[in-house]
């Protein structure tokens, strides 16, 4: 006797299989490749490959690029000056003392929902204890490009009143972190120049060195929870 097949399920096992993919695929974030600009190792910047329209992805790319551009300027700049340098006779007797370094490199902090940011770092270091390094964040609506501030997220001096008194608070918390004198806060507040990036439900202020913290802390952050800014 000859076994029946079922051939309705297996034709909806087949689609299980193909529709998953697919799926997998729609949701997955926009793609984010690595460049080096002008094939300098030490100048590396992202680039969209794929957005929702090409002309998003091309306002994105083009800020992008207009960054690490300007990073280019500064490495031939100090480059210049370190080769100068080089002829002093002070050079001569020690080289590491005239090795000059400037580095461009960036993390993707955010890539969902249509929603991307970009954490740039402009590493320097010519004479002394340590190098500086300065943090520029990027912030982006991949359905439009627009370029996004911190008034997209806080509208209102009543906004930026509360995630101000938020941040002082965490600070305090962690003078581990930031400076411990409740004098160095005084002068503080959050304006629409502070960095910061997206997460989820909520944005992460980040720092500059110095700014609020000693140089051991780096660029520290603050995540700030949505129901903090959401009045």
């Not at 091309?58 to 480059?79: D, F, G, R, T």
């Not at 965490?170 to 411990?180: G, T």
């Not at 997206?198 to 051991?216: K, M, R, S, T």
Request: charged residues 20%; hydrophobic residues 40%; glycine residues 2%.
């Amino acid at each position: 006797m000859k076994r029946q097949t079922n051939l309705p399920l297996i034709i909806m096992v087949i689609l299980v299989i193909i529709i998953q993919p697919l799926n997998a695929f729609a949701i997955s974030p926009n793609v984010v490749i690595t460049k080096q600009y002008k094939n300098i190792e030490e100048l590396k910047y992202p680039s969209l490959v794929s957005a929702p329209n090409n002309k998003a992805q091309n306002s994105v790319n083009k800020i992008l690029l207009q960054h690490i551009k300007a990073s280019y300027n500064q490495y031939i700049k100090l480059m210049k000056e370190m080769e100068n340098l080089k002829k002093d006779s002070i050079c001569k007797e020690s080289a590491s003392a005239c090795q000059f370094e400037y580095i461009t490199n960036y993390q993707v902090k955010y890539n969902q929902n249509n929603k991307l940011s970009i954490l740039f770092s402009d590493y320097q270091f010519t004479e002394g204890a340590h190098g500086n390094t300065v943090i520029t964040t990027y912030n982006f609506d991949l359905k439009s490009g627009k370029l996004l501030t911190l008034d997209d997220f806080l509208p209102s001096k009543e906004h930026y009143g509360k995630v101000t008194t938020y941040a002082i608070a965490y600070m305090k918390k962690h003078p581990e972190i930031f400076y411990s004198d409740a004098k160095e806060f005084t002068d503080f507040k959050v304006t629409d120049e502070t960095d910061f990036y997206l997460a989820d439900n909520g944005i992460v202020l980040i720092f500059q060195q110095y700014e609020v913290a000693p140089y051991a802390s780096g660029n520290p952050s603050i995540f700030i929870p949505a129901s903090v800014f959401s009045i």
